[in-house]
């Protein structure tokens, strides 16, 4: 079935990097845009960015530009989220999510398991 | 960017109550708008896309509307599985979601 797999839980020193995983199985890897959305504690949905898995191109929100890198590695059908200069407030689960059947709409059908990411000294 | 205002922020409903939520756009979407149900530990399920089609295997008792920039969720009689917090999200302009409502067992 279509399912995108994610890795770990990480924790992280703030300055530090995370780089989060998305495997996807199931359908053409390469067409279908991966979103990038995190969830911080007590806090709503908030989308990061998407990638193009088969051009490589991506787009973020404006408050992550400059700190996050979307990349993929279109060998082993994963998507790979890369987050720089953590800081406490990124302490969040991230999630991959793709427009499956929906991609005429933009709305998520498929969604990874979820990654949490704590971010303490 | 559009900007999404969604409310209430929560609401506190009985088993067969009718509760409506509503997400207010910026500027004009067309038909990239969705709703989801989050619960925690789990990962967002898709209810509604394309503002009023029923993602498959959505029960019937969810609906969605839109009146010019007003989009609203429904749930016609609310089930104890249905109490969870739910986000609309537009795609028209980027990606944004609302601030979320949770329903909450009165």
């Known amino acids: 079935q279509v399912q995108l797999v994610q890795s770990g839980a990480e924790l992280k020193k703030p300055g530090a990097s995370v780089r989060v995983s998305c495997e996807a199985s199931?359908?053409?890897?390469?067409?279908?845009?991966i979103h990038w959305v995190r969830q911080a504690p007590g806090q709503g949905l908030e989308w990061m960015g998407w990638l193009n898995p088969k051009s490589g191109a991506t787009n973020f929100e404006q408050n992550f530009r400059g700190r996050v890198t979307l990349t993929r590695d279109t060998s082993v059908n994963t998507a790979y989220m890369e987050l720089n200069t953590l800081r406490s407030d990124d302490t969040a689960v991230y999630y991959c999510a793709s427009s499956y059947d929906y991609s005429d709409y933009g709305a998520f059908d498929v969604w990874g398991q979820g990654t949490q990411v704590t971010v303490s000294s | 960017d559009i900007q999404l205002t969604q409310s209430p922020s929560s609401v506190s409903a009985s088993v067969g109550d009718r509760v409506t939520i509503t997400c207010r756009a910026s500027h004009g979407i067309g038909a990239w708008f969705a709703w989801y149900q989050h619960k925690p530990g789990t990962a967002p399920k898709l209810l509604v896309y394309?503002?009023?089609s029923l993602q498959s295997g959505v029960p019937s008792r969810f609906s969605g509307s839109r009146s010019g920039t007003d989009f609203t969720l429904t749930i016609s009689s609310l089930q104890p599985e249905d109490f969870a917090t739910y986000y609309c999200q537009q795609a028209s302009s980027w990606v944004a979601f609302g601030q979320g409502t949770k329903v909450e067992i009165k």
């Open positions: 394309a503002t009023s």
């Open positions: 199931g359908y053409s890897f390469s067409d279908y845009f």
